[in-house]
């Protein structure tokens, strides 16, 4: 069993940064692909950014290439996510992921979720 806990989510204004933290508890993290998520109000869950268990591989949407960084410490047991360049349309809930496949360059098959941190970008 995994649990995962965000941290790092605020308010910012366009332009800026904010850099997210998941830490996950349980034996397992190295093994895991780690990934972001984000949710907006009255929109799906939308992929944001993957890395693999070694740190070797990255994946991105178009949408955030550019803009955000995925990283991961295994001695640490965490995963941050670094976004610079921020827009209003980046407000949201933002999940971490653990345990799961990369099919196309996007998770699948996700194992386990965090509770999310806010991200609000104002204009």
């Known amino acids: 069993q995994v649990q995962l806990v965000e941290s790092g989510g605020g308010l910012v204004q366009a332009g800026g940064s904010l850099r997210l933290s998941c830490t996950a508890s349980?034996?397992?993290?190295?093994?895991?692909?780690m990934g972001w998520f984000r949710q907006a109000p009255g929109k799906e869950r939308e992929f944001v950014a993957a890395?693999?268990?070694?740190?070797?591989?990255?994946y991105y949407p178009q949408s955030v290439k550019g803009r955000l960084t995925i990283s991961r410490d295994n001695a640490k047991n965490t995963v941050d996510l670094q976004m610079n360049g921020l827009k209003p349309e980046d407000t949201a809930v933002y999940y971490c992921?653990?345990?799961?496949?990369?099919?196309?360059?996007?998770?699948?098959?996700?194992?386990?979720w965090g509770q999310g941190t806010q991200v609000t970008v104002s204009s």
């Open positions: 992921a653990a345990d799961f496949f990369v099919v196309n360059g996007r998770p699948s098959r996700i194992t386990y």
């Open positions: 349980g034996r397992s993290f190295s093994g895991y692909n």
């Open positions: 890395i693999t268990w070694s740190g070797g591989n990255t």
